[in-house]
């Protein structure tokens, strides 16, 4: 289904989303077998009593703090701020949330390990979880280590193959890495196959969905786990400068690192958010994962989205050099913020995102993930038309020790010896 630009004008921004349907406007709701409708619905309730109750809560927040190291810092950028510094002396002032020094080097643990103690109250015994850049499956291993449950993470032949530092990880924690094979072999197939599983065994089994997709009410509640994101840079920006940011800035693949960060800031018209998602070899090339861009509106994995799909519905391959962003769809709620026009969003090539992660690594020390590297990425194309001296919070999401095989595999392709042979 293809949206107008009238129909797009209708959307109003609506703060207190999704509904009880689990709708953010058009978008979201549960496109599941009916094998599924029971556990949703005692995950939703679950989710509304675990809400209420501070012993969870204080479990839940000591965890972070003394497991996962939060509250991450907020760092001022100060070498990357005056590379984009303009003649004038004014330029945007760039601080990086970081969430790369979390345990296990992401955001992703934030949301893996609130679900476990959700799973835990729920009485489920067994967990699976699907992953593309092996993030969240390293997460999701870690809890379930870290309370001795059992398993099994899905993940695509392509992904296991450029990620093998994160599918030894998941092993190590005990595990069991399951490869799937059919279609791309990547975050997609993982993902359907991972639902196939939850169908076949709803009783005893939770799903530890990794991003702000699927049906609801995933899609909020892996935003919530990870509105600690955006309620700690509230109180950060105001300690460092008596104000709220001007922008925020996170790449968008699933997009929860993103919405976790945007949350907080939702009611504050002055924040405005920008989603960078990969553009592949190119917005117009059919290689390409740039779903807001190119997309269209349709069901995948259990909700309504922007999808990249063909003129029949079907699902079209994505493709991104960055495994957390290959993927050919988009949480429901980033589709209502770009409809609504409450968040912006723009794509990012291949090789802008190997420089943005050179550039990162070259003036700050900080080698981000392949993904966090296309909103670094992008800096270069937005900061000329920032007038003034903004202050931008941009998401540092996961750290990029993962993607340095394949940083060194795109470069030999590209002829690239500068950082290969100096």
């Known amino acids: ?15 207190n989303v999704p509904d009880t349907r689990g709708r953010f406007g058009m978008f979201g709701g549960m496109y599941v077998p009916e094998t599924l409708m029971g556990p949703l619905d005692d995950l939703q309730k679950a989710y509304n009593e675990i809400k209420k109750d501070p012993d969870f809560q204080a479990e839940l927040d000591g965890l972070l703090k003394d497991y996962v190291g939060r509250p991450s810092p907020l760092y001022f950028a100060a070498r990357l701020t005056e590379h984009f510094k303009r003649a004038d002396g004014t330029g945007p002032q760039i601080y990086l949330k970081r969430e790369d020094l979390n345990h296990t080097g992401a955001h992703k643990i934030n949301n893996s390990l609130a679900q476990i103690l959700l799973a835990r109250r729920m009485g489920k015994t067994r967990i699976i979880a699907e992953t593309g850049a092996g993030q969240h499956g390293v997460a999701t291993a870690t809890v379930c280590a870290r309370f001795g449950m059992q398993c099994i993470v899905y993940m695509g032949a392509k992904d296991m193959e450029r990620q093998k530092l994160n599918v030894f990880r998941m092993r190590l924690m005990g595990a069991e890495v399951r490869a799937v094979t059919s279609g791309t072999a990547t975050l997609t197939n993982a993902l359907s196959e991972a639902i196939r599983d939850w169908v076949t065994n709803p009783t005893d089994t939770h799903y530890i969905v990794g991003s702000v997709a699927g049906p609801h009410p995933y899609p909020m509640l892996v935003r919530d786990f990870h509105a600690c994101i955006g309620k700690e840079t509230r109180a950060q920006a105001m300690e460092k400068w008596g104000g709220l ?8 693949g699933g997009g929860s690192n993103a919405m976790g960060l945007f949350h907080e800031f939702r009611n ?7 989603g960078v998602e990969a553009a592949g070899e190119g917005v117009s090339s059919p290689r390409n994962a740039a779903t807001l861009t190119n997309g269209q509106v349709g069901v995948l994995h259990g909700s309504m989205s922007y999808q990249l799909q063909d003129s029949d519905g079907q699902i079209l391959e994505a493709h991104s050099i960055s495994a957390g962003l ?6 429901p709620e980033h589709s209502y913020l770009r409809d609504s026009g409450r968040a912006e969003y723009y794509a990012v090539t291949d090789d802008e995102a190997l420089d943005g ?15 966090t ?3 670094i990425a992008f800096l270069s194309k937005w900061c000329p038309n920032l007038t003034g001296s903004p202050k931008v919070v941009l998401n540092c999401s996961g750290r990029g020790d993962k993607d340095v095989n394949t940083v060194v595999k795109e470069l030999e392709a590209r ?3 500068s950082l290969l042979f100096e």
């Open 1 to 15: 289904m293809v949206l107008s630009e009238q129909e797009r004008k209708k959307v109003v921004y609506d703060p």
């Open 245 to 252: 940011p001007d922008y925020l800035l996170a790449c968008v």
């Open 268 to 274: 504050d018209k002055s924040v405005k958010m920008v």
């Open 326 to 331: 290959d993927y050919p769809g988009v949480g």
């Open 357 to 371: 992660f050179k550039l990162l690594a070259r003036l700050e020390g900080i080698i981000p993930a392949l993904e």
């Open 373 to 375: 590297s296309h909103a």
């Open 415 to 417: 002829g690239d010896g």
